[in-house]
């Protein structure tokens, strides 16, 4: 991490720009797909490192993510990075769809075990023929296809499943030991659970960038439920923050952009400047947000110059 706020070229102090990647989910109708590429449109000249594309068991969403990351080869020239599960699926199957990202020239995976079959908070059952561990996977994508990068998923607070964090750090070691080279956490809301974590993590002897997931909230009551379940902690502060503007989406999301705004640039006060946005297919927030973080597009630079 360098301190984002300043840097010394040639004895000036000089703006560091933050690197940023977004995360979207594949459209399930004509209006969502209208509203992913309207999003894509606004946040691609941004210059993120990366986006990653979501994905579930089942063959269907399976090719709403082909076809999104398809696209997005296509007409845009943004970087894709596929996500890729070992739920539902034998490692036949997982290693066509692999071999599928990479003939289309993908060269950038999300490796993550998945949310168990019947939902999150039932039993974790694994496919009787699949893998059955994201660091199994990530091992046979490194193998398949040395040349793609796999990212991984960190924990600030422990995965839910984990017996406790030290279980769950060696889950991480492992995975960083079969070839993943870059870890997104999971949503947090206090920095300092986050930099808690980065402390358990560099002891244990695991350096990759672990790389904060930052989810601004367009609706809180629907996002509170969502994280929960993840286990992420919910803070009083920040539900009193939300108080009262259930149904006053204008007001709630002036909240939520000050709120993410305020984790990012306190965040990159303390020397962190790579972020990860869960953009929920929307752009807006995240396009303010990395405003305040001195992120503009290519064209505002040009006109300003």
Same mark, same amino acid.
């Given at each position: ?6 840097? @010394?070229?040639?004895? +000036?102090?000089? %703006? ?10 594949? $459209?399930? *109708?004509? &209006? ?108 046979? @994508?490194?193998?398949? +296809?040395?040349? %793609? ?10 995965? $839910?499943? *984990?017996? &406790? ?141």
């Amino acid at each position: 991490m360098t301190d984002l706020a300043t840097a @010394i070229t040639d004895g +000036h102090a000089a %703006i560091i720009r933050p690197k940023i990647s977004f995360e979207f989910f594949p $459209p399930k *109708s004509e &209006d969502m797909d209208r509203t992913l590429w309207s999003s894509i449109e606004r946040l691609a000249p941004l210059e993120p490192s990366f986006v990653s594309v979501t994905y579930g068991a089942g063959g269907s969403t399976r090719e709403r993510t082909h076809a999104t990351i398809a696209r997005i080869l296509k007409e845009t020239a943004l970087l894709p990075a596929a996500h890729l599960t070992c739920v539902g699926a034998s490692r036949g199957e997982i290693d066509d769809v692999v071999d599928r990202y990479h003939e289309v020239g993908v060269r950038h995976i999300v490796a993550l075990r998945g949310d168990p079959p019947g939902g999150i908070g039932t039993p974790y059952t694994t496919h009787a023929d699949g893998y059955q561990s994201s660091p199994e996977l990530v091992a046979s @994508i490194k193998k398949r +296809h040395p040349d %793609i990068e796999v990212t991984v998923s960190a924990y600030p607070e422990k995965h $839910p499943e *984990s017996r &406790d964090f030290d279980a769950d750090i060696d889950m991480l070691k492992a995975k960083v030991d079969a070839g993943a080279t870059r870890a997104i956490t999971q949503v947090f809301f206090d920095n300092d659970v986050y930099f808690r974590y980065l402390d358990r993590v560099r002891a244990r002897g695991i350096d990759i960038p672990i790389v904060p997931g930052i989810m601004p909230l367009h609706n809180f009551k629907q996002a509170r439920g969502f994280v929960s379940r993840n286990g992420t902690t919910v803070p009083s502060w920040l539900a009193e923050k939300f108080d009262g503007l259930d149904d006053d989406p204008e007001t709630r999301k002036l909240v939520a952009a000050t709120v993410a705004a305020g984790q990012v640039q306190k965040l990159a006060k303390h020397g962190v400047d790579t972020f990860h946005f869960y953009t929920m297919n929307r752009a807006d927030l995240v396009f303010a947000i990395s405003h305040l973080l001195g992120i503009r597009p290519k064209s505002a630079h040009k006109a300003a110059a």
